[in-house]
């Protein structure tokens, strides 16, 4: 009962969330210096390409539809962090590609590792708050009950990342753990992952779990 009760409340956010699309960012710059990492950063529901918590040496931002936390926003995140990370290979194919996302947009990033890591390699992911994150330890994140609602791909939880090093974070939050309970949100899902937000932190070859301040390995 206390379930089909969050999901009539999460399908009503998302019908309301869903009237307002987000804009599109049109000022993506087509590549970055070869240089280093390139570190690409995807935000949460609601933020903006220039403003998306993210902190540190960061070359790009990417834009997408943020208000939709749904399948169809998933996939526009996908699209675009495709066309962003490819054209920077294209235009320097040794350099390192570094992506971070956090809530909504680490669905994004899950999922573009998910589809992407047969066909391009020399590439980690850092994920804060992943929804799709699946349990152990812990338990899967909130869109793993609600694939009826939510739809493809942000539904269900797996660790489909291939042969790609990912960095794991969950802090006492419902949005990655439905154990902790939903009223850890939305306080502990904004408050408990500032440190993690500077990708400076984060090097290019992690490939662990942090889980309510201690480390698994996968």
Request: hydrophobic share 35%; charged share 15%; net charge negative.
């Amino acid at each position: 009962m206390r379930r089909g009760r969050i999901a009539a409340a999460l399908a009503a956010l998302l019908l309301t969330s869903g009237l307002s699309l987000a804009q599109e960012s049109t000022a993506q710059a087509a590549t970055a210096p070869c240089e280093g990492t390139y570190t690409i950063v995807v935000g949460g529901t609601w933020s903006r390409w220039d403003n998306d918590r993210f902190t540190g040496s960061i070359q790009q931002h990417v834009g997408y539809l943020s208000d939709i936390p749904t399948g169809l926003g998933v996939r526009s995140g996908v699209n675009e962090l495709n066309r962003l990370v490819r054209e920077q290979r294209a235009a320097c194919p040794g350099q390192h590609v570094k992506m971070g996302g956090y809530s909504l947009g680490a669905a994004v990033v899950h999922v573009w590792i998910s589809e992407n890591w047969r066909t391009f390699g020399n590439v980690n992911a850092i994920l804060l708050a992943d929804p799709k994150r699946q349990g152990g330890p812990g338990t899967n994140g909130s869109a793993a009950p609600f694939g009826g609602v939510i739809g493809y791909p942000l539904a269900g939880a797996d660790r489909n990342f291939g042969n790609v090093p990912v960095k794991s974070i969950c802090y006492w939050d419902y949005i990655c753990d439905e154990s902790a309970g939903i009223g850890t949100y939305p306080k502990n899902h904004n408050d408990n992952y500032w440190p993690d937000f500077n990708m400076d932190h984060h090097n290019d070859e992690a490939n662990e779990q942090w889980y309510n301040g201690a480390w698994y390995p996968w």
